[in-house]
């Protein structure tokens, strides 16, 4: 089946690095131009129009966003989170990224990075889920400054009782899970925050 046309003129517009593999996939699939578009964008790296593409290719095909980032790599998702939250796309911001940290491969989480994914957070109103990612990433490393200082401005800037509880419970959690590794020889990345149900597009504003 021909690409639609829209999805071809965005392919044209914003084309692959060589006319060889832009003709292809413009005489391809949405599939194939899905894995085309997600291998570029995650070797280039920050380069929201390549992004854009393969967002709109996703949203073609019918799928969410949590199923579209799961196709990703574990770089791919970190590069779009990257994009998204420059652009202010926090929705796919924060899916992209919180799939990131649970399986970040070799390279990263990196604190800056993290941060603007807290800071996303907090502003959708997920201050809670915030401070179970920061629980969850000083219980995999004994240096997480950014994140615990994070975690304390926004409880003095909010002053709020409920994020206070959330931040007490995630600390308790992790210590428990610290003193069961210890006792049992167990892995200390086993537990992880519940994963937020994927929404569907459109994902840009």
């Not at 800056?112 to 997920?126: I, M």
Request: aromatic share 6%; proline share 5%; charged share 25%.
């Amino acid at each position: 089946m021909p690409l639609p046309l829209r999805i071809a003129a965005l392919i044209e517009g914003h084309p692959l690095e060589t006319q060889e593999k832009t003709a292809a996939t413009l005489a391809g699939d949405l599939e194939g131009a899905a894995l085309q578009y997600a291998l570029r964008a995650s070797y280039v790296g920050r380069d929201a129009e390549l992004w854009n593409v393969w967002l709109a290719i996703q949203q073609e095909r019918g799928l969410d966003l949590g199923s579209a980032v799961e196709e990703l790599s574990d770089q791919g998702r970190r590069w779009l989170s990257c994009c998204a939250f420059s652009s202010q796309a926090d929705e796919v911001g924060v899916a992209a990224y919180s799939r990131y940290l649970r399986e970040p491969g070799k390279i990263g989480p990196f604190p800056d990075e993290t941060r603007v994914f807290l800071d996303a957070l907090a502003r959708s109103g997920r201050g809670a889920e915030a401070m179970q990612w920061v629980a969850e990433l000083e219980t995999r490393s004994d240096s997480t400054p950014t994140e615990t200082l994070w975690a304390a401005r926004w409880l003095l800037r909010g002053n709020d009782e409920t994020l206070r509880q959330a931040r007490i419970g995630a600390r308790q959690r992790q210590s428990e899970r610290r003193r069961t590794a210890r006792s049992c020889g167990g892995s200390r990345h086993d537990a992880q925050p519940a994963r937020s149900p994927a929404r569907a597009a459109p994902w840009r504003k």
